[in-house]
C-alpha cells in the first residue's frame, strides 16, 4: 500500500497557475504508474493526468492538455502536476493516485488515493 498527501492547492484567478505536489510513502514509489484525478461540485471524479513509472510517458485527458504537466521525482517519491492557464471550469478537489503497474487513465486500475486538495479558480 501507498499513501498519498497533495498539497498545493488553493485559490487562483483564471489564467494563474499553481502547482500540485503529492508525497508518497510506502512501498517503492518507482514501481507504481500515478494518475492525477478531479471531482468537482455535483459531478463525478475525472482522470485528469498520468505519468508512467519511470517518468518517460504522460497521458492527459482533453480537457487539460496543453495546459497541464505531470512529473515525478522517484528520488523523493513525490509526483506533481504544473497547471497553468486555469479556467474556472478546472475548480475541484484534485486527488493523486497510484496504481501497481504500467500507466493507466482507468480509476479503477488505482489502488490507492490520497485525501485531496482543493483548487478554486475564480473568473
Known amino acids: 500500500q501507498v499513501q498519498l498527501v497533495e498539497s498545493g492547492g488553493g485559490l487562483v484567478q483564471a489564467g494563474g497557475s499553481l502547482r500540485l505536489s503529492c508525497a508518497a510513502s510506502?512501498?517503492?514509489?518507482?514501481?507504481?504508474?500515478l494518475g492525477w484525478f478531479r471531482q468537482a461540485p455535483g459531478k463525478e471524479r475525472e482522470f485528469a493526468a498520468a505519468?508512467?513509472?519511470?517518468?518517460?510517458?504522460?497521458v492527459y485527458a482533453d480537457s487539460v492538455k496543453g495546459r497541464f504537466t505531470a512529473s515525478r521525482d522517484n528520488a523523493k517519491n513525490t509526483v506533481y502536476l504544473q497547471m497553468n492557464s486555469l479556467k474556472p471550469e478546472d475548480t475541484a478537489v484534485y486527488y493523486c493516485a497510484a496504481a501497481a503497474g504500467p500507466i493507466t487513465i482507468e480509476a479503477m486500475s488505482y489502488n490507492d488515493w490520497g485525501q485531496g486538495t482543493q483548487v478554486t479558480v475564480s473568473s
Open positions: 505519468i508512467s513509472r519511470d517518468g518517460r510517458t504522460t
Open positions: 510506502g512501498h517503492t514509489f518507482s514501481n507504481y504508474a
